[in-house]
Structures are given as structure tokens and as C-alpha cells.
Nanobody
Framework: EVQLQASGGGLVQAGGSLRLSCQAS????????IGWFRQAPGKEREGVSY????????DYADSVKGRFTISSDNAKNTVYLQMSSLKPEDTAVYYC??????????????????WGQGTQVTVSS
């Protein structure tokens, strides 16, 4: 059974940090890319960052560049999203998703094959 378990969300003050984790199981981890998406109240879900688990390639949305860092521990089948200098506008439910490497757009949620359940991040001003 394929599972993506997102965790690490919480309530933090503006300027603070959180680290999200995405624990994967049930598929060949190294053959996939993992993306983080978020959905704020009343807004559409948007891509935040992704990492290729085969070559380590990463990318970030402009809104989080320089503040968020994505990384992976392939031995633990886990992807992390270190979030620093958090802003109230980062408040959202954060989801991790997996797409098989190949012909996919990591920013297109429709190209994701598997989704985690989401974890709430709330940044107070």
C-alpha cells in the first residue's frame, strides 16, 4: 500500500521556523520526485517546492525562495521541508505528493501520482 505521511505542522510566530516531514512507503522511493504543495483558506492549492529523489534536483516557488529548503534522506524514505522566516501568508495546509520521474510537471498537481493527508501550518503575526 502506498502511503505518504506528512507531519511537523503547527502554530508558530512570524519569523519562526518549522520542519515538515514526508514519510513515504509502498513504492520505489528513488524513482520518484516529491513535491510540497499548500492550500490557504479560500485559495487554490499551489506548488511550494520539489525534489528529484534520483538526482537531488530541487526548485522553489518564488514566494519561498531563500526561506524554505527541501531535502531528502533516501535511506529513511523521507523528504523534509525546512521553513524559516515564516510569514503569516505562509499559513496553509501543506501536502506532500509523489510523481514518478519522467515526463511530468512538478508544479502541476494533476501530474502527482500519490498524495499525503496534509499538515496545518499557522503563522501568527
Amino acid at each position: 500500500e502506498v502511503q505518504l505521511q506528512a507531519s511537523g505542522g503547527g502554530l508558530v510566530q512570524a519569523g519562526g521556523s518549522l520542519r515538515l516531514s514526508c514519510q513515504a512507503s509502498g513504492f520505489a522511493f528513488d524513482d520518484y520526485a516529491i513535491g510540497w504543495f499548500r492550500q490557504a483558506p479560500g485559495k487554490e492549492r499551489e506548488g511550494v517546492s520539489y525534489i528529484s529523489l534520483s538526482d537531488g534536483d530541487t526548485d522553489y516557488a518564488d514566494s519561498v525562495k531563500g526561506r524554505f529548503t527541501i531535502s531528502s534522506d533516501n535511506a529513511k524514505n523521507t523528504v523534509y521541508l525546512q521553513m524559516s522566516s515564516l510569514k503569516p501568508e505562509d499559513t496553509a495546509v501543506y501536502y506532500c505528493a509523489a510523481a514518478v520521474e519522467g515526463d511530468y510537471n512538478p508544479w502541476n498537481e494533476g501530474d502527482m501520482d500519490y498524495w499525503g493527508q496534509g499538515t496545518q501550518v499557522t503563522v501568527s503575526s
